[in-house]
């Protein structure tokens, strides 16, 4: 399995922005899939993006609720994957986790139950 940590949560206003990163250490994400979900207090875990390591292909959670705002990207040089979140909402506030699976397919990539690999979390708080 590959070891994963991500970075880059913090405490920010509304409208602001943050860079979330996963870098995977122990192998490369080369073959993978890495999704970024997020858990808010009391709530379920959520998927909110993932990227396919190979092609760069992208999805997004089919709610609005990340649609137009969040972008995933991937950097090669550095095996680290990125979550660009902007015109952030106290609705953003969670942990934001990373994970990698083998498993590519799209429709699975929304399950966290498809992960194997998942970092420590990162906090993410906005406020109003």
């Known amino acids: 399995q590959v070891q994963l940590v991500e970075s880059g949560g913090g405490l920010v206003q509304t409208g602001n922005s943050l860079r979330l990163s996963c870098a995977a250490s122990?192998?490369?994400?080369?073959?993978?899939?890495v999704g970024w979900f997020r858990q808010a207090p009391g709530k379920e875990r959520e998927f909110a993006a993932a990227?396919?390591?190979?092609?760069?292909?992208?999805?997004?959670a089919d709610s609005d609720s990340v649609k137009g705002r969040f972008t995933i990207s991937r950097d090669y040089a550095k095996n680290t994957v990125h979550l660009q979140m902007n015109s952030l909402k106290p609705e953003d506030t969670a942990v934001y986790y990373c994970?990698?699976?083998?498993?590519?397919?799209?429709?699975?990539?929304?399950?966290?139950?498809?992960?194997?690999?998942w970092g420590q979390g990162t906090q993410v708080t906005v406020s109003s």
């Open positions: 122990g192998r490369t994400f080369s073959g993978a899939a």
């Open positions: 990227i396919r390591w190979s092609g760069g292909v992208t999805y997004y």
């Open positions: 994970a990698a699976t083998m498993f590519t397919s799209f429709p699975s990539l929304r399950h966290d139950s498809t992960y194997d690999s």
